[in-house]
C-alpha cells in the first residue's frame, strides 16, 4: 500500500510561481507512474503532468507545457510539479497520483489559486 503526502499550494499572483511536493511513502515498486492532476468545481479531474520511474519519461497537458515541469527524486520516492507563469485558468486543487502494477492511489489535495 501506498501513502502520499502533497505539500506547497497557496495563492500566488498572475505570473508567479509555486512548487508543488508530492512524497510516496508505503511499498514502492521499482516500475510506476506519478503524476499531478487538477480539479475545478463542477468539472472533472484532468491530467497535468506525469513522470514515470525508472525511465523519467514525462507527459504534460497542452495547456501547461513550456511553463510547468515536472520531476522526481528516486531516492525519496517524491515527485514535483514546478509552475511558472501561473495564470487565473491555473486555479484548482492539485492532486498527486501514483500508479502501478494495477493499483492506483491518490494523494488529499492541495489548493492552488492565481489571483492579484
Known amino acids: 500500500q501506498v501513502q502520499l503526502v502533497e505539500s506547497g499550494g497557496g495563492l500566488v499572483q498572475p505570473g508567479g510561481s509555486l512548487r508543488l511536493s508530492c512524497a510516496a511513502s508505503?511499498?514502492?515498486?521499482?516500475?510506476?507512474?506519478m503524476g499531478w492532476y487538477r480539479q475545478t468545481p463542477g468539472n472533472q479531474r484532468v491530467l497535468v503532468a506525469t513522470?514515470?520511474?525508472?525511465?523519467?519519461?514525462?507527459n504534460y497537458a497542452d495547456s501547461v507545457k513550456g511553463r510547468f515541469t515536472i520531476s522526481k527524486d528516486n531516492a525519496k520516492a517524491t515527485v514535483y510539479l514546478q509552475m511558472n507563469s501561473l495564470n487565473p485558468g491555473d486555479t484548482a486543487v492539485y492532486y498527486c497520483?501514483?500508479?502501478?502494477?494495477?493499483?492506483?492511489?491518490w494523494g488529499q489535495g492541495t489548493q492552488v489559486t492565481v489571483s492579484s
Open positions: 513522470i514515470t520511474k525508472p525511465l523519467r519519461t514525462t
Open positions: 497520483n501514483f500508479r502501478a502494477n494495477g493499483f492506483e492511489t
Open positions: 508505503g511499498t514502492i515498486s521499482a516500475v510506476y507512474v
